[in-house]
C-alpha cells in the first residue's frame, strides 16, 4: 500500500515562496505521470502541476511561471517550488498520480496572508 507524504507547507506573505515535498513510502512512481493538486476550503480538488517520468511539465494557467514542480526517481520524492505567491494560492496541497492512484495524503497547509 502507497502512502504518500506532503510536507513543507506554513504560513508566508505575499510575495513569499514555498518549496513542498512529497515523498511515496510502499511503492515507486518512477513511471508514473506525477501531480500536484491544491484545495481550498467549499472547492474542489484540483491538479496545478504535473510531470512525466521524461520531465515533461504542465501548469494550470493561474501557476505558470510561478511554481515549478520536479521530481527525484531515486528519492521517490515529487517537489513544487511555489514562487510569488498570493492570497488565491492558500490552499491544502497534495500530491498524487496523474490518475489519482493512490490514496490521498494528509496534503500540506499552505497559507498566504500578511
Known amino acids: 500500500q502507497v502512502q504518500l507524504v506532503e510536507s513543507g507547507g506554513g504560513l508566508v506573505q505575499p510575495g513569499g515562496s514555498l518549496k513542498l515535498s512529497c515523498t511515496a513510502s510502499g511503492g515507486f512512481f518512477t513511471d508514473m505521470d506525477m501531480g500536484w493538486y491544491r484545495q481550498a476550503p467549499g472547492n474542489m480538488r484540483l491538479m496545478v502541476a504535473s510531470i512525466t517520468p521524461d520531465r515533461y511539465t504542465t501548469y494550470t494557467g493561474s501557476v505558470k511561471g510561478r511554481f515549478t514542480i520536479s521530481r527525484d526517481d531515486a528519492k521517490n520524492t515529487i517537489y513544487l517550488q511555489m514562487n510569488n505567491l498570493n492570497f488565491e494560492d492558500t490552499a491544502t496541497y497534495y500530491c498524487?498520480?496523474?490518475?489519482?492512484?493512490?490514496?490521498w495524503g494528509q496534503g500540506t497547509q499552505v497559507t498566504v496572508s500578511s
Open positions: 498524487n498520480t496523474r490518475k489519482q492512484t493512490f490514496n
